[in-house]
C-alpha cells in the first residue's frame, strides 16, 4: 500500500516540474526511506524495480504521454528487465532517479535507468516495456506517435539488450508454457 501511495504523490509532483520530451533524461531526486531497506540497512534489490516504475511514470507525465496513455485505455506493463548494482544506497541515502528511452523494437520500447548518487552510478537497470489495452497489446508506433515526430528514435537500442529480450522472453500468452524444469529427474521440493 505505501507504494501505491507513493507512486500518487509522484505523479502529482511530476505534474509540477518541468516538461520533457519523450526522448529527454528523467531525473527525479530521492532518499532511501526505512520502507525501502532490508535488513542489511541498505535498499531491498527488488524496490529498485519499484523506484524504476516512478521514473517511467515520471517520464511520461512530463513528457504529456501519460494523459494520452490512460485516456486511450492503455496500461503499461513490463515485459522484462535486468539490472547491475555498484554500490549499496544505504538508509537515508539522497540519490537521483535518471530514465530515459533508448528506443524501441517492433514489439516494445526500452528504457535505461539509473541510481545515481554522489555524481556516481550506483545501479544501472533496462527495462522493456509494452502498452495494452482491452483489445491486446498497443502497436509501438501507436505509442510512439505521442513523441514529437522530429525526435522520433533519436536514441539507439543497443544489439546485446534486443538479443537479451530474445533469449530471455517466456513464450507469448497465446501459447503453452509448462511448468517443467530442464534437468532431468530433479525433484521439486513441497
Not at 520530451?21 to 519499484?50: C, E, K, Q
Not at 512530463?62 to 494523459?67: K, L, N, T, Y
Not at 505509442?143 to 537479451?164: C, D, F, K, T
Amino acid at each position: 500500500m505505501h507504494y501505491l501511495l507513493r507512486t500518487l504523490l509522484n505523479l502529482v509532483m511530476s505534474r509540477r516540474r518541468s516538461p520533457l520530451s519523450l526522448w529527454d533524461t528523467s531525473v527525479v531526486r530521492f532518499r532511501t526511506l526505512p520502507m525501502d531497506v532490508d535488513i542489511a540497512v541498505h535498499m531491498n534489490n527488488g524496490v529498485y524495480f519499484t523506484m524504476f516504475d516512478l521514473g517511467r511514470f515520471d517520464l511520461l507525465v512530463r513528457a504529456g504521454a501519460f494523459e494520452k496513455t490512460r485516456s486511450n485505455g492503455w496500461t503499461p506493463v513490463v515485459a522484462a528487465e535486468t539490472i547491475s548494482f555498484r554500490k549499496s544506497l544505504n538508509l537515508g541515502k539522497a540519490y537521483e532517479l535518471h530514465t530515459r528511452i533508448l528506443g524501441s523494437d517492433e514489439r516494445a520500447v526500452y528504457f535505461e535507468q539509473r541510481m545515481v548518487a554522489d555524481g556516481e552510478i550506483y545501479a544501472r537497470g533496462y527495462v522493456c516495456t509494452r502498452m495494452t489495452s482491452a483489445n491486446g497489446p498497443v502497436p509501438v508506433e501507436d505509442l510512439l506517435a505521442l513523441a514529437e515526430p522530429a525526435e522520433e528514435g533519436r536514441n539507439a537500442v543497443p544489439e546485446w539488450l534486443l538479443e537479451w529480450r530474445e533469449k530471455t522472453a517466456l513464450p507469448s500468452t497465446r501459447r503453452p508454457a509448462p511448468n517443467v524444469w530442464d534437468a532431468p529427474g530433479e525433484r521439486v521440493g513441497r
